[in-house]
């Protein structure tokens, strides 16, 4: 939860917190979809990075964004800025892009409408609210490699959040790497992760049991549920 206070600075919630964490120190960051552009003030308050760009796609969200700029005093640093997606962040401007809260499906179409994000020296920093799985098959599919990912659990829902750069030489593929990533069950939240990726699994097969003509895909669906079931009884 986000507490605000005029003498105090606010706490970001689990899932930004876990955003916040894959940043790196001393780079410029570009928040797409900033919405009230919490995370880049706090970066930039708590002297992580040197400044960054609150990026919305939507007037009112930037709006609250500039509002609370001007209320931690950070317009020296913080550069809130109407986008749609990266449309007007331009390659020299950030390092580290995060995009969060937002489908998996629409960060893979704002990451490929910036061509320029084909540089490992560039990093994502990515945290879908639905559709992962699709988020992982295009990260796959277009180069980009998951080198950090972790569960987190805030507000009664667990998410995902991964850091990949343009590394086509060890872009990771398979059923496994769709449903949860490079997760392994090291922590409480990633388990709760795999368990409701199995439990989503499950669910689907059972599904096409039931239809009585997908048989196949349901065997297909029970393998890939079988090697997750591996994975939360390696820990």
Request: charged share 25%; proline share 3%; with cysteine.
């Amino acid at each position: 939860m986000l507490f605000l206070n005029k003498k105090k600075l606010f706490r970001l919630n689990r899932r930004l917190q876990a955003c916040a964490g894959m940043v790196r120190k001393d780079c410029v960051v570009a928040d797409i979809g900033t919405d009230h552009a919490y995370l880049p003030i706090w970066l930039v308050k708590k002297e992580i990075i040197p400044k960054a760009i609150a990026s919305d796609i939507n007037i009112g969200p930037l709006q609250k964004a500039a509002f609370n700029i001007r209320r931690y005093n950070a317009g020296r640093q913080v550069d809130a800025r109407l986008s749609d997606g990266l449309e007007l962040i331009f390659p020299n401007e950030a390092d580290d892009i995060v995009i969060a809260g937002m489908g998996g499906e629409l960060i893979a179409d704002i990451i490929e409408k910036a061509p320029w994000l084909k540089d490992a020296q560039k990093h994502l920093i990515l945290q879908p609210m639905t559709c992962a799985p699709e988020l992982r098959s295009y990260l796959s599919a277009h180069g980009f490699s998951v080198k950090r990912e972790q569960a987190v659990q805030d507000g009664g829902h667990i998410y995902t959040v991964m850091q990949a750069e343009y590394d086509p030489a060890q872009v990771q593929t398979g059923n496994v790497f769709l449903q949860i990533g490079i997760l392994t069950a090291d922590t409480e939240e990633n388990r709760a992760y795999i368990a409701q990726q199995c439990g989503r699994l499950q669910k689907r097969a059972n599904g096409l049991r039931q239809s009585g003509k997908q048989a196949e895909e349901a065997d297909k669906t029970e393998q890939v549920l079988a090697q997750l079931k591996q994975v939360l009884a390696a820990e």
